[in-house]
C-alpha cells in the first residue's frame, strides 16, 4: 500500500523542516511547498507557524492559503495546524493591542496567557478528552510548548450535544505554577481539522507518536 502524501504548505513562517522530517520519519511521503494544486489534493495538509498571528495570516493570504484550508476543510481533506498554525484557525488574533482576523474555522479569541511567566515555554502535560485519536497511547506525556499567546476561553469547546454537530474533542494544559496557572487549549479534533499549540514535531517520541496517530487517519 502507497504511503499517504502529506504536503506541508511552505508560507514563509513555521518550522517546516522539522516537521518534514518528523513527518518523514512516522512512514508519510512529504512535499514541502506552496503549490495550491498539490496543497488541496494531498493526502494530508499541515499548517505550522510561528511569529506574530497578524504576520502569519498575511504570508498565508499570499499564497492563497485561506483558500487552500477551506476547500480541503470543505471537502473533509484532512488539515493539521501547529503553533500559530492552530491559532490563526480561530475568529481572531490580539497581540499587543493589534487585532487580526483569523481564518474562522472555530468562535474564539487568541490573547495574552494569563501567567506569572510568558513566553510559556517548555515540556508539559495535557488533560487529553475520552475519544481522543491524536493522543491515543500519549495521554499522559509531555509536549513541548513555547508560546505567549493562546486561547482561553473555547465556547465550542464543551461535551453538550449543540443539537446539530458533536462538540470538537478538545484537550487543554496549563502555563504558569499550582499557585498561578492559566489554562489554555493544547488541541482540537474536530472532523478534518486538528490542531496542536504545542510542537509534536519538537515533542520527541511522545510528537511523534501523534503524528504517527494523525497519520494513520489519512
Not at 494569563?114 to 515555554?121: D, G, I
Amino acid at each position: 500500500m502507497t504511503s499517504p502524501l502529506v504536503c506541508v504548505l511552505d508560507y514563509g513562517f513555521g518550522n517546516v523542516r522539522s516537521a518534514v522530517r518528523a513527518i518523514e520519519h512516522v512512514g508519510a511521503r512529504v512535499v514541502l511547498t506552496d503549490d495550491r494544486v498539490i496543497a488541496e489534493n494531498a493526502d494530508g495538509l499541515i499548517v505550522p507557524g510561528v511569529g506574530a498571528f497578524d504576520a502569519v495570516m498575511g504570508g498565508l493570504k499570499g499564497v492563497r492559503g485561506e483558500q487552500i484550508i477551506g476547500r480541503r476543510l470543505s471537502g473533509g481533506r484532512p488539515v493539521l495546524g501547529i503553533c500559530v498554525g492552530m491559532q490563526v484557525m480561530f475568529e481572531r488574533g490580539v497581540e499587543h493591542g493589534v487585532e487580526a482576523e483569523g481564518l474562522d474555522q472555530w468562535p474564539g479569541t487568541v490573547e495574552l496567557l494569563q501567567a506569572p511567566v510568558v513566553p510559556n515555554m517548555g515540556w508539559a502535560t495535557v488533560d487529553a478528552p475520552q475519544g481522543t485519536t491524536l493522543f491515543s497511547g500519549v495521554e499522559d506525556e509531555r509536549f513541548y510548548f513555547v508560546h505567549s499567546y493562546g486561547v482561553r476561553d473555547f465556547p465550542l469547546g464543551t461535551t453538550e450535544d449543540t443539537g446539530r454537530f458533536a462538540a470538537p474533542l478538545v484537550t487543554w494544559s496549563e502555563a504558569g505554577t499550582e499557585q498561578q496557572a492559566d489554562r489554555f487549549v493544547a488541541a482540537v479534533e474536530n472532523g478534518p481539522l486538528a490542531a496542536t499549540q504545542f510542537h509534536p514535531e519538537k515533542s520527541g517520541e511522545a510528537g511523534l507518536q501523534l503524528l504517527k496517530n494523525w497519520v494513520s487517519t489519512l
